[in-house]
């Protein structure tokens, strides 16, 4: 009978698997460090295009990552094969270009009508697939197209608007007069970091019902999308009742003179991006601020000293905190990051609340109170997670303040 020792047979075993790695990766066809990517447009794009007009349309397929470029070509429907990428995480952008069906008088005889983007992850030695969901779209440079590509919007699904160059709105007629009107599913994109901004005095975007919905980027876009209030007077984008705004990485909010960044009595996600600069990032009026990344920083609420609520302001309503940042925020009275009223909610389950100051106006007594976070008379749950960033965070009053009636925290 033949023996064989235990440390015989466990260098035998490490050998069989280095030799199995060995002959998977000579006769794998993407190689050990590469791999290669399928992206498939499918049936959502062919409802776009009409019958027969199949030709007439060239689709773009980018891939934008940790390893580089990558763009094909093609025309009609169907899929595009990517063969030796770096592994990583890629934004995929699909742009479908054909004719000007004729309706689009502010825009020229090729056009963009179709578009579709979402994040691929590339796994070595594998072949990766994704599928590209596209939807009907318009490539703008100047608010004469902007308000067409918005008008003949007409797919529930809703509609990407891709903006390619910085755009400056017109005033309206008076400070509450809103600028853009969404009263559908609306998508705006930025391939490239562009800005929109208002001349003075104006509300940029106003929704009051569903099916009202703007979404400001979306997962996978590459460029940086500006909202600039620059000296607006009121509130920078209002939405109410069962209107939704939706907010992603790469989007900044910034420049209101006198309110908000986002006035919510509808829904308001977000997702990534930055509120800044403002002076109340959020306010909430009736409405649920549900955040789940990003930050709201800098916004200074402190001219007077019954100002409160910097970062964000819950007069009636809910704020949920799932993630994300809150910092740096000043008010004139209570609650430099976070104020909630007495008719408001707060449920925190995670992100981090640091570095704020609530009485910077010293002309109101009692102001200095819950420099973070002050609720009022109203039962929260969570925790708070805050850094001291400043002195006044620990020396004139508590960062968290709690009403007598507030004990669930």
Known sequence: MCFINKK??????????????????????????????????????????????????????ILIGSGGTYNQTFTGTGTARFTNIMPGSYSVIVRAVGDNPGTYTAFPSRMLRAYGLDIAQIRAGRANDIYINMLPATEVTSEAQFRQALLLANDPRGEYIVIKEDIEFASMVTPTDPIIVIDK??????????????????????????????????????????????????????????????????????????????????????????????????????????????????????????????????VEGIFNMYGGTIS???????????????????????????????????????????????VALRPVSGSITYRAAKARDTTAGPNVHLDSESTNW
Not at 262 to 280: D, N
Not at 286 to 296: H, K, L
Not at 343 to 353: L, N, Q, R, V
């Open 328 to 374: 740096g925020n000043t008010a004139g009275g209570f609650g430099g990051g976070v104020y909630i009223d007495a008719d408001g909610i707060f449920k925190k389950t995670g992100g981090t609340i640091f570095g704020h100051e609530a009485g910077a106006n010293r002309n109101y007594a009692g102001s200095g109170q819950g420099h973070a976070v002050y």
């Open 185 to 314: 599913k609306i998508t705006l994109i930025a391939e490239e970091n562009v800005t929109l901004s208002t001349q003075t005095n104006t509300v940029m975007f106003h929704s009051t019902s569903a099916p009202g919905h703007l979404e400001l980027g979306a997962p996978g876009m590459r460029g940086q999308l500006v909202l600039d209030g620059m000296n607006v007077s009121y509130s920078m984008i209002i939405f109410y009742n069962n209107a939704r705004l939706t907010m992603h990485n790469n989007v900044i909010l910034q420049g209101t003179t006198t309110h908000s960044g986002v006035e919510s009595g509808g829904l308001f996600e977000m997702f990534g991006g930055i509120i800044s600069g403002t002076v109340m990032g959020v306010y909430v009026f009736g409405g649920t601020f549900d955040m789940y990344d990003g930050v709201i920083r800098n916004n200074d609420h402190s001219l007077y000293p019954t100002n409160n609520g910097a970062g964000v302001n819950v």
């Open 8 to 61: 015989t047979l466990i260098v035998f075993i490490i050998l069989v698997i280095a030799m199995a790695l060995v002959l998977g990766t000579c006769f794998s066809p993407y190689g050990a460090d590469m791999g290669d990517l399928t992206v498939s447009i499918g049936n959502s794009s062919r409802a776009i295009i009409p019958p027969g007009d199949e030709h007439g349309f060239e689709h773009e397929v």
